[in-house]
């Protein structure tokens, strides 16, 4: 259920609302004269979504090149690629 207050409650009941975004890790809606004017959340949760969306966004990205061309890739070939690719990284001197 979300957690809706007034932007009132920001700065007279801050305390609560920082340990109400922590605790929960869900952020809390507040109101400007009855209407949505801000969120806030921890930089936990903040984080977390940018990284959820960030893996949305590379996701989108991987299903429209998969329909652009028939070329698959097995398990096998991924992880070798990969591991030569951190083999590569880890001999190069900066």
Do not use: C, Q, W
């Amino acid at each position: 259920m979300p957690h809706i207050r007034p932007v009132s409650d920001l700065r007279n009941n801050f305390a609560d609302i920082s340990r109400v975004v922590h605790e929960t890790a869900e952020p809390v809606f507040l109101t400007k004269n009855g209407y949505g004017d801000m969120v806030v959340m921890s930089i936990e949760a903040y984080e977390r979504k940018l990284f959820e969306s960030e893996i949305y966004f590379k996701l989108k990205e991987a299903e429209l090149e998969a329909k652009s061309t028939d070329k698959r890739f097995s398990h096998e070939e991924v992880f070798a690629n990969l591991r030569a690719k951190l083999a590569e990284s880890t001999h190069r001197t900066p």
